[in-house]
């Protein structure tokens, strides 16, 4: 079984900052891609960011500049450095794993329970 666990949701005004963890747990051989996305109610979930075990990072052009990702492999863990909020980032934020199981060659998408970011105007 593999669980992503998300943790630093919150409510904050515009302008500010928020820190997102996320931790991969169970019964994992290697985790390839992790990272974010986000859901609005009605609204497709949509990429945030994410980074490869290799460290090679993607960003939605709407965070570029304000969002940092970043990961530590030894801990299965990805964060999220959200800066300079706007209203328009309020959302669910999910974590993603890609994730290959042991005794398995094939990778396989796993999600966190999601965690909900609230931006003031």
């Known amino acids: 079984q593999v669980q992503l666990v998300e943790s630093g949701g919150g409510l904050v005004q515009a302008g500010g900052s928020l820190r997102l963890s996320c931790a991969a747990s169970?019964?994992?051989?290697?985790?390839?891609?992790m990272g974010w996305y986000r859901q609005v109610p009605g609204m497709q979930r949509e990429l945030v960011a994410t980074?490869?075990?290799?460290?090679?990072?993607k960003y939605a052009d709407s965070v570029k500049g304000r969002f940092t990702i970043s990961r530590d492999n030894p801990k299965n863990t990805v964060y999220l450095e959200m800066n300079s909020l706007k209203s328009e980032d309020t959302a669910v934020y999910y974590c993603y794993g890609r994730i290959r199981r042991p005794w398995s060659v094939q990778e396989y998408d796993y999600w966190g329970q999601g965690t909900q970011v609230t931006v003031s105007a």
């Open positions: 980074i490869t075990s290799f460290y090679s990072t």
């Open positions: 169970g019964s994992l051989a290697t985790v390839n891609i």
